[in-house]
C-alpha cells in the first residue's frame, strides 16, 4: 500500500551539473505529474504524463528539463546544467484521474 | 491569464476555535476544485473537493464552501487542533485542462 515515493529526497549539486529525479507512483495510476515547488511558493505544474505519453509539457521552464516515463509506471526528471534559479522542490503526483493527484513528499534540490 | 489566489497569506487561530482558509478563482469554466494541506518536509495531503454542481460539502471537522458567483472558495476547519497547523492550497481545475492549477498557499498556525 504505499504511496508516491521520489528519490532523492535531498540532493545538492553543483551549478552546471546534470541531476535526475525519480518517481515512483501509486501502481495502477495512469497518470503522472511533476510539479516544481520554490520557497513559500505555491506549485508551479511542469510536465504530464497519460500512460508513457507527456501530452502537455507546456510547463516545462527551458530545454534545459525533460522527463520520461517508462511502463506506465517510474517516470525520471532530468535537468541538464543545473542553474541556481533551478533550487526548488520538486513533487510528484499520480492519479486514476486528472483531478484528485496523491502526491510523493518530493525532492529538495540545491544548486550551489 | 486564469489565477487562483488566496486572501491571506497567513491565520493563526487559538487551538479549539474554528479556522477558515479563503480562495477566490478567475477561471468561471473551474469546475473541480481541492483542498490540500502540506506539512513541512511533506508533499500536499488531499483534505476534500468539491465539484461546481454543489455548493457546499463536509469531511471529518472539514467543510468546503463554494460561491460560484463572486468565484470564492472556502475550507472551514472545526475545532482547530495543533496538527492542523501546515500549509494549505486550494486548486482548481476546468474540463478542459489537464492539470489542476494551484494557489499559492495560506499558513495555518494554531496558537495553544
Known amino acids: 500500500g504505499a504511496g508516491v515515493s521520489q528519490s532523492p529526497s535531498n540532493k545538492v549539486t553543483e551549478k552546471g551539473k546534470d541531476v535526475e529525479l525519480r518517481c515512483d507512483p501509486i501502481s495502477g495510476h495512469t497518470a503522472l505529474y511533476w510539479y516544481r515547488q520554490s520557497l513559500g511558493q505555491g506549485l508551479e505544474f511542469l510536465i504530464y504524463f497519460q500512460g508513457n505519453s507527456a501530452p502537455d509539457k507546456s510547463g516545462l521552464p527551458s530545454d534545459r528539463f525533460s522527463a520520461e516515463r517508462t511502463g506506465g509506471s517510474v517516470s525520471t526528471l532530468t535537468i541538464q546544467r543545473t542553474q541556481q534559479e533551478d533550487s526548488a522542490v520538486y513533487l510528484c503526483?499520480?492519479?486514476?484521474?486528472?483531478?484528485?493527484?496523491?502526491f510523493g513528499s518530493g525532492t529538495q534540490l540545491s544548486v550551489l | 491569464g486564469e489565477s487562483v489566489g488566496l486572501h491571506l497569506p497567513t491565520l493563526s487561530v487559538q487551538e479549539g476555535d474554528n479556522s477558515i482558509i479563503n480562495c477566490a478563482y478567475s477561471?468561471?469554466?473551474?469546475?473541480?476544485f481541492i483542498w490540500y494541506k502540506q506539512e513541512s518536509g511533506k508533499g500536499p495531503q488531499f483534505i476534500i473537493d468539491i465539484r461546481s454542481n454543489m455548493d457546499k460539502r463536509q469531511g471529518q471537522r472539514v467543510t468546503v464552501l463554494l460561491n460560484k458567483t463572486v468565484k470564492h472558495l472556502s475550507l472551514q476547519i472545526a475545532a482547530t487542533q495543533p496538527g492542523d497547523s501546515a500549509v494549505y492550497f486550494c486548486a482548481e481545475k476546468d474540463g478542459s485542462a489537464r492539470q489542476l492549477t494551484f494557489g499559492s498557499g495560506t499558513q495555518l498556525t494554531v496558537l495553544p
Open positions: 503526483a499520480s492519479s486514476f484521474t486528472n483531478e484528485k493527484l496523491f
Open positions: 477561471n468561471s469554466a473551474s469546475d473541480y
